[in-house]
């Protein structure tokens, strides 16, 4: 069952890499994205991934074993997020003021949600745990999890913005289109990789099960307080409020979206 569902998990990461291209179609028809608008779009993707969290992996994870196992999971998150934030702590993420088009900083822009991009995919791989197992949805014959749906609608959406955050610093240095998406599916590659590792894992080891959705849940939390809202107030520092307006309603409008989608896959 492990070897059938691995092929599907490895689909949905692969589909969730390339939704990040999305990101980069703004700049095939206008040169330019407004500050107002980025900090909306940070928003909702950070709406979602709160929510995701929050009402997806913890709920299940609560079902699955107790407190304690999801606690414990959930600061392993972290803790792996903070470890990756400090192995490029030492590059400070502001293309804007960058004046030209170095290689060496361009790969280590895309490289900052390239490290991040893991933790997503791993929870991606988690959700799909009871796959073959429990689900109303069939695809290739494996029932598929109302889990594993959800939590693949809530990264491919909350994808776009960070497909958007790759671009505009490529877009400045004038880079081609097809470049520039090429740049932002490659800077989500490890979700496919991640999704692998921790579905096998979670698979054969089901007793980790609930550490594993807490630890996803960590992740995802630490990413959206630590680095996608903080980034949408830097691009929002010169709006009136300082973005901070935008990034309420980017939130609201990530929430709205996934209401119905965790209603429908409940």
Not at 179 to 204: H, N, Y
Not at 244 to 252: C, D, K, P, Y
Request: hydrophobic share 55%.
């Amino acid at each position: 069952m492990v070897v059938e569902g691995l092929g599907l998990v490895l689909a949905a990461g692969i589909f969730t890499a390339v939704v990040c291209g999305l990101g980069t179609l703004p700049f095939f028809f206008v040169d330019d994205i407004s500050d107002r608008v980025t900090v909306v779009l940070w928003g909702l993707a950070g709406g979602i991934m709160l929510f995701a969290s929050l009402f997806g992996f913890v709920v299940e994870g609560l079902e699955e074993g107790t407190l304690t196992q999801v606690g414990t999971g959930l600061l392993v998150g972290v803790g792996l997020v903070i470890v990756a934030d400090r192995l490029i702590s030492d590059y400070e993420f502001q293309p804007r003021e960058i004046p030209d088009a170095d290689f060496r900083k361009l790969v280590l822009i895309v490289g900052i949600l390239t490290v991040h991009s893991f933790p997503e995919g791993v929870a991606l791989g988690v959700a799909f745990a009871d796959l073959g197992v429990d689900g109303d949805l069939v695809v290739a014959g494996l029932a598929v999890p109302a889990l594993a749906v959800f939590i693949t609608v809530a990264i491919s959406i909350q994808n776009i913005p960070e497909g958007l955050a790759v671009a505009i610093p490529l877009h400045t240095y004038g880079l081609p289109n097809w470049k520039i998406f090429g740049w932002a599916v490659f800077s989500s590659i490890p979700q496919p990789i991640g999704a692998g590792v921790a579905f096998v894992f979670v698979s054969v080891a089901r007793e980790f099960l609930p550490f594993g959705f807490g630890f996803a849940a960590g992740a995802m939390i630490y990413l959206v307080l630590h680095d996608i809202f903080p980034e949408a107030l830097d691009h929002g520092a010169e709006l009136r409020g300082g973005g901070r307006r935008e990034l309420v309603v980017g939130i609201v409008l990530g929430v709205a979206i996934m209401l119905p989608v965790l209603l429908l896959t409940e």
